[in-house]
């Protein structure tokens, strides 16, 4: 059974640039959660879709969205990008409510 | 990949001998527990979990034993090995949503 994919792996933006980053769930999985990982900050919860619907928000700027497709696979989107937006963006599934959350491997975003 | 977290606690560790990593944790109502593992550049992986109702759970060569009352959480790797070496995140989670919050995480570094 494949993991949970992200893509792109790797990227570096511009400031004010904007940026979509794309997450696929093990199989079977309805629930996807994006994290921001930094030095300073450690592991930040982002958000977590479920059937499409966003379920719960944390702590970040409106310029951090989301979406999830049908297909339960489900996309971030950071706009007008700020220098201290460089980190490490997972995404993690779960087969819903109360289960084991698996990670991928994470997209590096370097703003510059 | 980058490192991510260069500056948390090290656990230093002789190859064969056992690992005991700590983790406090602040939400009285969270009622289940993950230990995860990140290796250099990757994704944080799942080790084991716990519930609440539990205060003690076994895996391979991995114990995490939970204290409720002083909200102390400790994962114990018995015969580390170097391939152990990684950074170790507990992480909370109150009620069935899919938001973890972590902890700022240990690296252990295994000694030949």
């Known amino acids: 059974k494949a993991g949970v994919t992200q893509t792109p792996r790797y990227l570096i933006k511009t400031r004010g640039q904007q940026v979509t980053l794309s997450c696929s769930p093990i199989s079977g999985h309805r629930s996807v959660s994006w994290y921001q990982q930094t030095p300073g900050q450690g592991l930040q919860f982002l958000f977590e879709?479920?059937?499409?619907?966003?379920?719960n928000k944390g702590n970040f700027p409106g310029r951090f969205s989301g979406r999830q497709f049908s297909n339960s696979r489900s996309e971030m989107n950071v706009s007008t990008l700020e220098l201290g937006d460089s980190a490490l963006y997972l995404c993690a599934s779960s087969q819903g409510s109360g289960n084991t959350i698996y990670f991928g491997e994470g997209s590096w975003l370097t703003v510059v | 990949g980058e490192s991510v977290g260069l500056h948390l606690p090290t656990l230093s560790v002789q190859e064969g001998d056992n690992s005991i990593i700590n983790c406090a944790y602040s939400n009285s109502a969270s009622d289940y527990f993950i230990w995860y593992k990140q290796e250099s550049g990757k994704g944080p992986q799942f080790i084991i979990d716990i519930r609440s109702n539990m205060d003690k759970r076994q895996g391979q060569r991995v114990t995490v034993l939970l204290n409720k009352t002083v909200k102390h959480l400790s994962l114990q790797i018995a015969a580390t090995q170097p391939g152990d070496s990684a950074v170790y995140f507990c992480?909370?989670?109150?009620?069935?949503?899919?938001?973890?919050?972590f902890g700022t995480g240990t690296r252990l570094q295994v000694t030949l």
């Open positions: 992480a909370e989670r109150a009620g069935t949503a899919s938001k973890l919050t």
């Open positions: 879709y479920f059937s499409e619907t966003q379920r």
